[in-house]
């Protein structure tokens, strides 16, 4: 006799969807780090820095490895709190809190601050986590063209025509991730300062970027209206996040974010590790010049060797090619030649928008920079 559900594939939507992947050249999978480091996000090469596992090694005498509970219950601990202190004195806001990651830490700030009766008006081009928080949360929403002001100022101009008596939370990257360009933010300030609130993700530009590296929205942080986010997982060479505002926004977010209050607090041993960061960036101000040298002379390379590729001017260089099996088969040939570059494809980026993002680091040499851009010019498809 057949058991109930005998013979049938249970599996056989995800056999058929990993295949329809795999007919796209979508289809991912683990790869292990080899050659040269132009993929990561340790841009002034802090992760493996003599000094940062140091500390680390310091700190295991004085902290936990775990939390081993929530922050309202036993996670809390001394160095967790003295590096968010010092955090929001290094960045220039009232108060930081520490979450796990900047995914979660984005998608907490957008389910738990925008209120029902509220907009949030996104980036076209924001990161996963705030169009996850997006769908996840209270606030109606609604998204601008990318970097285009005028066209944020009719989203709402429309928004408060039909009724919309809120306030606007404008949620954009300082620096974007794939595209490697700048957030118009004096202007988006403008529009904040009118109608609400200003949210800034500083992923990639905290560490680069800025005064110490204190990013691109430094000169705005301490305002009632802006909430930053600053994570510890790129240039800092740590692991988490901190969401930086005025004090009682961080005081509701300890009171109402979900994310917050019912998951296990970071490691103490990143709270360590991000003391340190920000320590050496006070420290060691050559890490910024240096970068800012490795992408000066990537650029001029590839103004000269590929001058149909355009550059984006800071250290995340996209370089379209479009087709995902072309951009796949690219990224093949010059990880072959020894440099760890990777190929992103859609969703990721746009339909018909495959590139090599190209990641600048400390972790490479001028040389290395400027080889790279040798092989580029070598094994550029002709498109």
């Known amino acids: 006799m057949k058991k109930k559900g005998q013979g049938v594939d249970r599996l056989a939507f995800y056999r058929r969807d990993l295949a329809a992947l795999a007919g796209e050249a979508r289809l991912r999978s683990l790869n292990p780090r080899r050659g040269i480091d132009f993929s990561s996000n340790d841009y002034i090469g802090l992760a493996q820095s003599p000094r940062m596992v140091a500390a680390v090694r ?20 001394e160095v967790q709190a003295r590096f968010e202190a010092e955090a929001a004195r290094f960045f220039g806001a009232e108060a930081a809190l520490g979450f796990g990651g900047g995914y979660v830490a984005n998608f907490a700030v957008i389910t738990t601050l925008p209120q ?55 949620a954009v990257e300082s620096l974007y991730s794939m595209d490697g360009d700048r957030a118009p933010l ?5 529009l904040a300062d009118r109608h609400g609130f200003l949210m800034v993700d500083e992923a990639h530009a905290t560490g680069v970027f800025g005064p110490e590296g204190r990013g691109l929205a430094h000169h705005l942080e301490g305002r009632e209206n802006v909430v930053t986010l600053h994570t510890l997982g790129k240039a800092l060479g740590g692991s988490g996040a901190l969401i930086c505002g005025a004090r009682v926004l961080i005081d509701f977010l300890v009171n109402r974010c979900r994310p917050f209050i019912f998951a ?16 050496i960036l006070r420290d060691e101000p050559w890490r910024q010049a240096t970068l800012a040298g490795h992408v000066a002379d990537f650029g001029a390379e590839m103004a000269r060797r590929l ?10 260089v996209p370089l379209i090619v479009g087709p995902n099996a072309q951009t796949m088969a690219l990224a093949a040939a010059v990880q072959a030649r020894g440099f760890d570059v990777r190929g992103i494809r859609p969703p990721t980026v746009p339909q018909g928008t495959a590139r090599l993002r190209v990641s600048l680091t400390l972790n490479a040499t001028r040389a ?12 550029w498809p002709d498109l």
């Open 58 to 77: 310091r700190g295991l005498d004085a902290a936990p490895v775990g939390a081993a509970g929530s922050r309202l219950l036993r996670g809390e601990t």
């Open 116 to 170: 029902r009766g509220d907009l949030l008006l996104m980036d076209a081009l924001s990161h996963a986590s705030t169009h996850e928080g997006a769908r996840a949360g209270r606030a109606e929403v609604a998204i601008f063209r990318h970097g285009d002001v005028g066209h944020a100022e009719d989203v709402i101009t429309q928004w408060r025509g039909r009724g919309g008596a809120g306030a606007v939370w404008i």
């Open 186 to 190: 004096d202007d988006l300030m403008g």
């Open 264 to 279: 296990t607090a970071p490691s103490p041993l990143m709270a360590v590790a991000g003391l340190e960061s920000l320590a």
């Open 307 to 316: 001058p149909q590729v355009p550059v984006s001017g800071s250290q995340i």
């Open 368 to 379: 290395e920079v400027i080889r790279l851009a040798e092989t580029l010019e070598e094994l």
